[in-house]
């Protein structure tokens, strides 16, 4: 399969830029919708690199899209009515951004980052060896690194702004932040999105040892997901047929340009360095197979 044109940026002619985040360009419309652009962009530690990963964007698109079908029972999210072709007539603008937009509602994001972890890995596994416990959440002694938890744990975060890094919070912070009632729905239909959905990804093969969700209201107060949803940029994916407890498993997910940074002499702040070609081009191969793994029936 040939690696696609990537797409560092767009430029849409017709449509005004409102925020250009991370990986996502965001596009008004209306008084009620806006455009969701996710480009090829990578982002590791809080960093854009400066280098893309080929297809990245159009894969967190189509595996989202599948999530947010898949669990709108649970939740609603924000994919509107409209369609890209009303959202954006013009042809050259439409060809720029094909198969990597959604036209979304128009919501009021909360301050907060659902992270959802089923695993003992990453920062996770970091905090239990230095204090045997995750965010504060004590765990038993004797675990393992990779090992799954004997229960899951909600570890929410602030949202930092680009450049910024998020930090963890307790619950009762975001009690705060959103009210106690608000705190709990998001808490959760945040761990019922992760266990549905963990269930169903082992099935084809994928463990998904941890994953964060956002969240918007609208003006009655109604909870929608929005953002992106199970993506291998919002969550860990491991191949289950690799999967071993007692070492870092290899994944489908960012991890793997992680991994090559960490072995860089480099501070984790701006800007980032170069990628090889065969670090970009493996890494697109990943995000493709968990595609096909998750979404082809």
């Known amino acids: 399969m040939a690696t696609p044109e990537a797409l560092y940026e767009t430029d849409l002619k017709t449509l005004k830029l409102t925020v250009r985040g991370k990986v996502r360009d965001i596009y ?34 189509a595996v989202s899209n599948f999530w947010f079908k898949k669990t709108k029972d649970l939740i609603p ?35 907060v980052e659902a992270i959802v972890r089923g695993y ?5 596994w970091k905090d239990y060896q230095d204090n045997g416990a995750v965010c504060g959440i004590e765990l038993p002694e004797g675990l393992q690194q990779a090992q799954q938890l004997p229960k899951v744990i909600y570890t929410p975060s602030s949202k930092a702004a680009v450049g910024d890094h ?31 959905a963990a269930e169903y990804a082992k099935e084809r093969g994928i463990i998904i040892a941890d994953t ?52 860089l002499d480099w501070d984790k702040t701006a800007p980032g360095p170069r990628l090889p070609v065969e670090v970009a081009e493996q890494s697109a191969a990943k995000y493709r197979e968990a595609q096909e793994k998750l979404t082809e029936m």
Do not use: C
């Open 28 to 61: 008004d419309i209306d008084d009620k919708h806006m455009l969701i652009v996710t480009t090829d962009r990578m982002s590791a530690f809080d960093v854009v690199l400066p280098d893309p990963i080929p297809g990245k964007g159009a894969v967190l698109t």
């Open 77 to 111: 999210n924000h994919i509107a009515e409209m369609t890209i072709e009303e959202a954006v007539p013009d042809v050259s603008d439409r060809e720029q951004v094909a198969g990597r937009a959604i036209v979304v509602k128009k919501l009021k994001p909360l301050p």
């Open 120 to 124: 003992l890995i990453g920062s996770g």
């Open 166 to 196: 998020d930090e963890n919070i307790p619950f009762e912070k975001t009690v705060e932040l959103l009210g106690q009632e608000m705190a709990e729905k998001v808490r959760d239909v945040s761990i019922k999105l992760y266990t549905e």
């Open 212 to 263: 964060k969700f956002e969240f918007g209201v609208d003006e009655a107060g109604t909870l929608f997901l929005i953002d992106e949803a199970l993506t291998p940029d919002s969550s860990r994916f491991w191949p289950a047929d690799q999967y071993q407890v007692g070492i870092s498993p290899p994944s489908f997910d960012k991890q793997f340009v992680r991994d090559y940074l960490e072995m």
